[in-house]
């Protein structure tokens, strides 16, 4: 068990918002949480944990928690929506198994769908956060988690916003849950946004579904982010452990245009980057979260979901799709999906999303060589220093 603090968390958000590969919320929103609870709670220590903690009782209950929609429609008293959704299934599931929630863990990694987890363990001081996620990326759905890919029960759920009015859904299945979920975002009550529990499952269960040690590895990310924003070296076992995850540099170019459109719950948009030496165009395609880049002069595509698809700035800032500008200059970086995400039916669950947002080419990204993600960002760094300085 760890014992996380404010500076901590700081580093979560940097390295969920690179991971989120564009989605799970925008970077403000992790830190108007952060901003929210030094206020509310000036002295935390939040307790992160592994599913297999001995501490654990793993017969007692742990629960997705997190926001739905587009992550351009957060609420401003979201905090409110994340408790009241928490509360309403931890009541029903004592009432209806006999047994008390214990635990609380993210569906997916980004800045707003990591922190809800910790929000809620600093109003609830009883609750630990697991470390590990369903995803180690953001997913626009639900079944495209290892949490639905290993059959855990998804309902009931529940789905509240901050006022808080509930809604109560049992169903069969993430994708059924999903679909049913979406037309509940986009009424006037929620106005495309609002908190959800569901997958409420003993804690051994999780063990076995979810992806372990996701949130220490975001830190470990944003802390490198971190000291390199600041020309700080850092530390060998930081590097080592940001290594783990296995990178490459697709394409770099200055934003050309940004195109969103709010519909069902979700932000449906597109990036064009153009790389004024080659005069490469590079198209990323987004539902929430990044999902497919192309180039103006491949047949085949760059990178493709499950893989990740993040971008960062040469001065290392971290930007998601909410927060994409056109001023910016942005380096286009894909990271290998863990194995646990490319199971063949979440691949074709992104297949069929890609398909749906228009494209019909190739689904297969030609082989290139990956080095560890901290060897790459120190490769960028030499690069920004040489030509940018």
Partial sequence: MRKLGFEDLEQIILGTAFLGSGGGGM????????????????????????????????????????????????????????????????????????????AVLPIELGPESTMVPFVLAAACPELVVLDGDGARRAVPQIELTTFASNNLDVAPAVITNDQPQSVLVNCEGAGVLDAMLRPIVEIENFGDSASLGMFSNPISAFEKAMIPGTITLSQMVGKMVQNLQNGVETDPQTLQQVNILQAELIGKGKVLNTLDNVDGGFDHGKTLIADTETHKLYTILNQNENLIVFSSDETAPLAIAPDLICVITKEFKVVTNGEISSVDELF??????????????????????????????????PPQKLIGLGDLFNQLADLIKKNYS
């Avoid at 629960?63 to 299934?89: H, P, R, T, W």
């Avoid at 290998?336 to 398909?355: D, R, T």
């Fill in 332 to 365: 286009i970086i894909r990271v290998q999906a863990p194995e646990q995400m490319q199971n063949q039916g979440i691949v074709k669950g992104f297949q069929e999303l890609i398909n749906e947002m228009g494209y019909a080419g190739s689904m297969t990204v």
């Fill in 27 to 102: 970077t403000k929103t992790g830190y108007a949480f952060l901003d929210q609870m030094k206020k509310q709670y000036p002295s935390v220590s939040l307790p992160l944990v592994e599913a297999s903690d001995e501490s654990l009782d793993p017969s007692s209950l742990a629960m997705v928690i997190c926001d739905i929609g587009a992550i351009s429609a957060i609420e401003s008293n979201q905090g409110i929506a994340i408790k009241a959704a928490y509360d309403f299934l931890a009541d029903h599931q004592e009432k209806y198994t006999g047994k008390k929630t214990t």
